[in-house]
């Protein structure tokens, strides 16, 4: 269990011992952001870097001890050298007697800048405009070192809010030019989609880790060997794809198509959304993603094979689901995300989040069928079924006849499943970055249990009639069509509560 510290003066004197298991943590110095370190709405924290410091510190069978700096306080952090390696998206410090690793990633700075702005494609323009950056990072470095060379440049450090924040400024012409990593380019795409790059700051720079001024020669072998392990075994690019493979997918018209779908037919059907998560656990906002993949919050869409409703669900699983009407929203949304469970729960246990999320999209799509069929594919061909990335390789090959051929099953689409999960990890990002968490109020609660109550006794109602039925007509195998699902039920007590304020 990693414990987390927040950035304060450290007063001990000289190196840090080595991490050792049950008697010294490993001491990682960041930052806030993105790719560094961030915490989700449950406060689990995510980000590359974290990832990355964590697969380290269990290849030494330590803890870790997350300092994280304040941008205003990075580089006094840095001097005092009072950690084991600073991962914050860090270059090596010219001049300096502070150590680093090989180099992680490759990036370099750029500017960002309205797309109905006039594009600058040399650093001369610079001349007498304003530039935006967040404080303390190493943009805001570059762009010092350009107000030497640009006559009338000039640079506005901001220490307030996030870069996104900033770059929403941008998209509203609030202001003119920000400064940005190239790494982060295609995730402000995705959020601010108006955005366009077209100059480099400065040439390319390594990405790595610092080791403070007098590193532990031990540890400083170590991190190197691990960091040119991880970039042929396949764990960097994993965790790459993770963070960053899915937001290259939308084009710019799709983030403005969607942004727009979000503030006038989002607030038609949240409530069902809403109902769905308090019904199975799933974020609302990931059933939303879904479903405007599936239909674009069309609830009479249907598609040439008679796929039909807001969650396009099939004749046969909104059977399997007893759902009377696929064409009601709010049957379909909760059928919908009752029916992701399901496929999340056939999935083995060693299958973890996130991935066991995006495999039960993607067997959504192509059906439960064809997705066991492509992880048995994946366990013939050396992959593992259970990680997101490597079933992204293999489930267009099931469009292939001789992998087909070989399962002894029909060819399927898999590549147009990839797309989809893809693309629903990106509607979903977006989704969490402009709509607050699931929370009610007592009352909206209650009439959210309401809505599930009624549209659960329809459900039983249409089970009820469709018994009697078969019990006139159907055949042994028709009896077992709708057993074996588990069918969550729904309580009062599942709902958080929140102040009556944010209503």
Request: aromatic residues 6%; contains cysteine.
């Amino acid at each position: 269990m990693a414990a987390f510290l927040i950035a304060t003066a450290c007063g001990e004197v000289g190196p840090l011992p080595f991490p050792t298991p049950a008697q010294h943590d490993l001491v990682v110095l960041t930052r806030p952001g993105l790719l560094t370190y961030s915490t989700d709405d449950n406060g689990n924290p995510t980000g590359i870097e974290y990832d990355l410091t964590q697969a380290f510190a269990q290849e030494l069978g330590v803890g870790v001890k997350y300092i994280v700096a304040k941008p205003e306080e990075l580089d006094a952090q840095l001097a005092a050298s009072k950690y084991h390696l600073a991962a914050a998206w860090l270059s090596p410090i010219a001049d300096s007697t502070i150590q680093a690793t090989p180099a992680i990633f490759q990036t370099r700075d750029i500017l960002a800048q309205h797309e109905a702005s006039l594009p600058l494609s040399e650093r001369s323009q610079l001349a007498g405009k304003t530039v935006h950056v967040m404080a303390g990072t190493r943009q805001a470095k570059t762009l010092a070192g350009l107000t030497k060379e640009i006559v009338g440049l000039k640079v506005v450090e901001v220490s307030q809010g996030d870069l996104l924040d900033l770059l929403e400024k941008l998209g509203n012409r609030q202001i003119e030019y920000v400064a940005i990593d190239e790494g982060f380019e295609d995730i402000a795409n995705q959020y601010v989609p108006n955005l366009r790059t077209t100059l480099a700051l400065n040439e390319t720079r390594p990405v790595v880790w610092l080791l403070g001024d007098h590193p532990n020669a031990e540890l400083k072998a170590r991190l190197d060997t691990f960091i040119e392990r991880v970039q042929h075994d396949g764990t960097l690019a994993r965790l790459e794809d993770r963070y960053l493979g899915h937001v290259r997918r939308l084009d710019q018209a799709d983030v403005i198509k969607f942004l727009g779908e979000i503030e006038t037919t989002l607030p038609k059907f949240r409530k069902y959304f809403q109902a769905a998560q308090a019904l199975t656990g799933i974020d609302w906002r990931l059933i939303a993603a879904v479903a405007y993949h599936e239909s674009h919050w069309d609830p009479n869409a249907t598609s040439y094979t008679n796929v039909r409703g807001i969650m396009m669900l099939t004749e046969e699983t909104a059977d399997r689901l007893e759902v009377s009407n696929r064409l009601d929203p709010s049957e379909s949304i909760l059928a919908g995300a009752r029916y992701i469970n399901i496929l999340k729960e056939q999935l083995p246990e060693e299958t973890e989040e996130p991935d066991r999320t995006w495999l039960a999209l993607a067997a959504y799509n192509i059906g439960p069928g064809h997705f066991n069929a492509a992880r048995t594919l994946a366990k013939q061909l050396k992959a593992d079924p259970n990680a997101w990335y490597e079933m992204k390789r293999i489930l267009p090959k099931l469009s292939q006849p001789k992998y087909s051929q070989q399962l002894k099953t029909a060819r399927a689409r898999g590549g147009e499943a990839v797309i989809l999960v893809e693309n629903i990890r990106s509607y979903y990002d977006i989704l969490q970055r402009n709509t607050a968490p699931f929370g009610p109020t007592p009352a909206a609660a209650e009439s959210l249990k309401r809505l599930v109550a009624e549209v659960e006794e329809r459900r039983k109602a249409y089970a009820k009639k469709m018994a009697a039925s078969r019990a006139i007509t159907a055949t042994d195998s028709d009896d077992q069509s709708t057993s074996g699902l588990r069918l969550p039920t729904i309580e009062l007590e599942n709902y958080p509560a929140r102040p009556a304020e944010n209503e």
